[in-house]
């Protein structure tokens, strides 16, 4: 446990400065998170609100850590960096498009229980969101991680989900809402080249892939393979 004045000493701040630097750091990852979804939010973002007033190089490491504790500690959040996964194609010519998010970026998840969370918590505004995300990642992962674009929209057509719906009762734009999954980091994209031309995949990306997220997609695939007999084949 640090001492009263310790830490931030060094960088020649007081603790007002201090803590008024975490709090502009914190508000403005509880807004973006909720204006931008809960699409990551870069480092160098939170990096630029201390830098624009102070310039020790070590300092916005310093606030970022403060601010990780801060919305554990009173808002129940963890504020989790992604480690980003690349695609398990060795094709370097991915698409542009890839969401661009560095590998230093952040997430907010929170650490209350999941029963506590869905009764005071959850916005029922989004949950839509949250079905859909679940639907997709359960389809990609069935399909081993990593499912070719035209037979992942084969499968959401079954559902009554259409690339070309850009006014679903629930979703609204179809396929936008499947790009969201992309920036998001629930998946990536990945355009593969062959002598028969280009493809293009869409694969598990870092936050589908994280324990609790992948842990409770096999349950859930588990129990519905175990309720249909029938072989289930989506590759």
């Known amino acids: 446990m ?13 603790k007002e400065e201090k803590d008024k630097l975490v709090a502009e750091v914190i508000r403005y990852i509880l807004f973006k998170t909720h204006q931008n979804s809960g699409c990551p939010i870069k480092r160098e973002e939170l990096s630029q609100l201390v830098t624009k007033n ?8 310093y606030i970022i ?35 661009g998010i560095d590998a230093k970026s952040y997430v ?18 989004t949950s839509h969101m949250t079905g859909f995300t679940f639907v997709v990642v359960s389809i990609v992962q069935l399909a081993g991680g990593k499912i070719a674009e035209d037979n992942l929209w084969h499968h959401l057509n079954r559902m009554g989900l259409h690339e070309s719906d850009g006014n679903h009762p629930v979703l ?25 031309g280009s493809t293009l995949f869409y694969e598990l990306a870092e936050r589908a892939l994280e324990g609790t997220v992948s842990e409770r997609i096999k349950q859930y695939v588990t129990q519905i393979v175990k309720k249909d007999s029938a072989t289930v084949d989506i590759s």
């Open 2 to 14: 640090e001492n009263p004045g310790e830490g931030f000493s060094q960088f020649d701040i007081s």
């Open 172 to 196: 609204g734009n179809v396929k936008q809402a499947l790009e969201m999954l992309v920036q998001q980091r629930f998946l990536q994209k990945d355009k593969v080249s062959s002598p028969e």
């Open 108 to 125: 907010i998840i929170s650490q209350l229980p999941a029963e506590v969370y869905k009764k005071y918590v959850e916005d029922v505004n």
């Open 65 to 99: 850590n403060q601010a990780k504790e801060k919305l554990s500690s009173t808002f129940g959040y963890e504020l989790r960096e992604l480690q980003r996964s690349r695609p398990s194609s060795t094709n370097q010519s991915r698409l542009s498009q890839q969401s």
């Open 54 to 61: 102070y310039r020790h190089r070590l300092l916005p490491a």
